[in-house]
């Protein structure tokens, strides 16, 4: 077990630059998720990690070793890619037994044919090694099947196998989940984090959705314009986004951001609502994020808007609610049975849990409010 | 709607066309490969199987497949491989891939009639580049290569018109006229190949470009292999211009060049014995049937992965 340090890691093609020196450490045995839109630069840092492509600038360290030159053979690590790239012509248990076979095995027992003979052995053993790695995966009925026909959530299992079955220092894994369906996928991210907590080795996998990453990880880097905009705990970074775009990132319905400002004597109003008196900041326009869920309907509220969409969930209900004055509608969480009667193009009322309002400056970001003295306005 | 004619209105086309130009001619050789007609006559009488029992006794015939296959089996498996090799040097290419395409694609687009022209001076036993070249090289230590001091004590070969070389410089300009096509095909398959199964072999601990080449190109290429190989076998049977370039009678010194193709033509156009011409295209038809069902085997059988 080794922990990972990417330091100052640049990369452009051409004249564009992808990344702009990356820092990020992946402490042993984490599950570290990068996220972000694509074209971020998350899948090429990815690579850059796996060796697979080579960095303009900054340092590779796996453990102690610097491999920023290193093949990608000789770091020993594992990738799942998005289109599982299993070769086609080989059964799931040659496919698994290849990563051995080229590791393990000298150039006469890798003969076909001949070479189990040479190297009866140590065949054996790596037979042993795939059916083991497929009992965890619980794949040992499809060894003999071609990738072919395999189903998309079966090929998932297989591409996961073979990254497995020689116990690398870490996975690196490429959206492995964005080829299947959506509730396969899941699923697949209950079962990859079980299997982390069984193998207890470093993941580093990147994707584009922000569930995945909210669910999965120990850690989460968000990635914009080939920068890491923010790096910590999911739950840290859900609550206390580092910037305004981090906030617009994360959560899912997106957070509604409002203008508002800071008076002169640090009271901060939304759209003209005073809702809360003092954050200790200076005078200055902000942007104002709240997530749906800490908007509540409310008859004394001091925000009023147009109810324009419903979204029912079952347990959730979202309401789109245009306020005047406002492009986009306000969306806001509520339970279906608090909303029963209540119709398209009627008019409600709502307000905001100050407590949890995030507060953004002109250049977009976080500005720390003084906490203990935001009181409710009602 | 039960009942509706409307279906023979989509397929009525198709068979009319095929059987017409198709079907139809390939019955009339049949037939006529029985026959002794001659064309122009207004009858024929029916041979039975001599026409057949001839192509499998006569010693002509037996010089026709000589050369045939000797032709075949020479141009097949070098244009596959030089093909392939040309496919995946230029693949490696960053810069100037498409110039090195169209050098190799040019013989394959030239008219082969007026390269053999030209090559019939190269290959010129007195005024000939070729053989003035390996003159040049005469007191030197190439000597030491037996067949080369005999070169130099008498003449070089007579490349064209000496029966133990003819054919295989027949084909020889083969595989420099084929093997562009192939490594047209060969550099569509490779672009096929997806990048991420080479990134798979990295990660998966292949080392050497022969590691990714047995484990991802050749395999990758089966489909491709299997096509080539078939297209190849089909168009080296099917050799005719640089024959009749050469030797527009009789099929080369003592015959050793007289492959099917000319066989089809000396006997059915230009001896006018349509019996004989049909019976050797009804044999070339089975040949080249055969190939055509080997590949559809191949391909459904063995390299069809999805």
Redesign the interface.
Known sequence: MSKIVLSGIGKSFGDTPVLRGIDLTVEAGQFVTLVGPSGCGKSTLL?IL???EAADTGTVMIGDADVTRT???DRN???V???Y??????TVAENMM??LK??DLGLAGRLPVVGPIFARAEHLRLKKQVNRTAATLKIEALLDR???QLSGGQRQRAALG?AMVRNPVAFLMDEPLSNLDAALRVHMRAELSELHRRLQTTFVYVTHDQAEALTMSDQMAVMMNGQILQYGRPAHVYSAPASLEVAKFVGSPAINILPGEINGTGGLSVMGKALAPDTQLARQPVSVGIRPEHLTLDPDGPFKGVIRHRENLGSDIFLHVQIAGLERPVILRSHPKVLAGTGLEEEVTFSALVDEVHVFGADGLRLRVARPSLVEVA | MPGSRAYLWFIGPAIILMVLILLLPIGIAGALSFTDYSLGNTSANFVGTENYERIFTRTTYEKMFGATFRYVFVVVPLTVLLGLGAALLIHSLTRFGDLYKTIYFLPVMAALIAMAIVWEFAFHPTIGIINATLERGCGTWLEAWDWYAAGCDRTFPLWLTDRDYAIWTVAFIGVWQGFGFNMVLYLAGLTSI?R??Y??A??????SGW?RFR??TW??L?PTTVFVVTISFIRSFQVFDTVEAFYPQGGGPSKSVYVMMFAIYEKAIQQNLMGIGAAITVVFLGFVMFLTILQRWLVERR?H??
Do not use: C, I
């Open positions: 690579r796996a060796g697979l093949r990608p053979a690590l594992a990738m890619f998005q289109s790239a299993l070769y086609p012509h080989l290849t990563p080229l590791r071609k990738p072919g073979r | 997806p991420t199964l990134d798979a990295d990660m998966d601990g292949a080392q590691e484990l991802v395999p990758m089966g390299t992965y999805v």
